[in-house]
Structure formats: C-alpha cells, structure tokens
C-alpha cells in the first residue's frame, strides 16, 4: 500500500480492474447442464428404442430416473452454497430463471395429465427447454447457450411435422445442442477462470 | 472544472479495491475479498472494519461448518460515495472538460 503514489489515473484503473475482476468471474462449471443434459439424451434415445422394439409395456418408465437426478441436485446445491465465497446479481437471476423453469414444467405436465394432450408433450418441453437456456445465455453473455436455446425452439416446430415418437430424437438432439455442448465449453471456461492480476 | 476533492476514505488502495469489486456483485465473503486483491488477512481486516464505521459497507459475521464467516455488502451510502468519487476522479483526468 503506498497512497502517496496513488495518482487518480491509478484509482481509475484499480477501479477498471477490480471491477473486470468480479465481472469475469465465471461461477457456472456446466456440471448441473453435464448432469440433466445426458440424463435427458439417455432416457430420450432409451424411451424411444424401448418403444419401437416393444420391449416393455410401459416404455416411459425409464423417466422415473430423473427423480434420481432430482434428489442428486438439491444434495448438490446444498454442498456448493455452502462453498460460495461470493453472490452476484446475474447468478440470482439465473437461479430464478430455472426455478421458473421447473415450475413451468411441473405445471405443464400437469395441464397435459390432465387434457390427455400427451402428443404435443414433445414439442412443449423442446419450446420450454428453449427459454431458460436462451436466458441464461443472455444473463452470462454465454452464446453457445443462446444458440442451443434458439436450436429448442427451431426443433420445437419442426416437432410438429412429424409423427410424435420421433420428437423424442429431436429432444436428444436439442440436449446436445443447448445442454451438452454448452454444458462442456462451460466447464472449460470455468477451469480457465482469472486469477488476481497483481498484489495490492 | 474545479478539481473535486477526493474522498479520503475510498482515495486508498485497498478500501478503493474492495469498493470495486462490492460494488460489482451482491454480497461477498472476507476470503473472496482477500484472494482478489491478494493483501494480508490483517490488513484487509482493519480497512474494511474502516469501510464499516464510514457506512459504506455492512459487515454480517456468521458461522458455516463451525468456520466462521464474514460477509461483506455495499450500503447505499458506499454506492452514492463511490460515484461521487468516481464523478471527483474525472475532473482530474478531463480538467480542461
């Protein structure tokens, strides 16, 4: 610390820096998009080749699993809220961007239960797999996010064109495009992370 | 332009850091604050209780696993002084303007 060369151009800087510090600190390692990502794909390609061998009479079982995946995640976000050191602005939003989330999918699913509308269950979760994802892109300045959001939603009309169990290789596609892929480069740019620029 | 007077409390190195980077995010923790400015834990301690008595920041000492725990957050006195200074600073860097 030595104020007496602490000119104003100094303190604009500090400020620049400091504040690039806490800006560029990428929090996201992907591992919740990693998790649900293959999750989804798996039980996606599984539910659908259960469907066409006729292997079981209820093919659809097989998405049980993801209550597993479920109790796994608040384990999860438990231990690492507990390891934060830090709260920024943007991962409070994207934190109620995806409890809205499942809200909306919980709410939907129980809207559709309810019409008996199960064949359009496709295209609904490709439209709203597109809305957080795009957001999150938009709140982290993450573009692999925006563009795997944007490929759900191109996916969820295309979904509308063909015969309903075959959406369920466009929702394996779309895990790939806006979960998996993104889920990866997160984690890569997460290890890369800055470290402090000089000693105060 | 008049040159504004500098804020004494914030025209210091490592109060002026930790304002920074508070200013920048929602709340954060002593270890947070230490690691991105990279000072002494006891140095960084005695300037933020300074930020503390100033009104500038609050200061939230809590216990997590039995560790205890220092939370740090920007009051909305430390956000109108920081702009101030900031605002001060620019009549240094643009006299003429």
Known sequence: MQPENFSPKDSLQLIDQMINQAKNRFSENGFLYLLWGWLILFCSIGHFVLLKLKLVAHPEVIWASCWLAVIFQVIYLVKTKKKETVKTYSENIINYIWISFGICMFIMSFILGKSEGWDKVYSLFLMLYGTPTFMSGIVMQFKPLKTGGIICWGLAIISTFILPEYGLLLLAAAMVAAWIVPGYLLRKKYNQQNKPLQNL | ?97
Do not use: W
Request: proline share 3%; aromatic share 10%.
């Open chain 2, 1 to 97: 332009m008049e040159f504004k007077e500098l804020d004494p409390i914030l025209h210091s190195q490592l109060r002026l850091a930790v304002m920074s980077l508070l200013i920048s995010v929602r709340e954060a923790e002593f270890t947070f604050l230490k690691e991105k400015t990279n000072s002494t834990a006891g140095n960084l301690s005695v300037q933020i209780n300074k930020l503390k008595d100033a009104g500038y920041i609050e200061v939230t000492k809590q216990f997590s696993n039995n560790y205890p725990q220092t939370i740090c957050k920007v009051t909305k006195k430390g956000i109108e002084s920081f702009e101030a200074y900031v605002t001060a600073l620019q009549t240094y860097m643009n006299p003429g303007g």
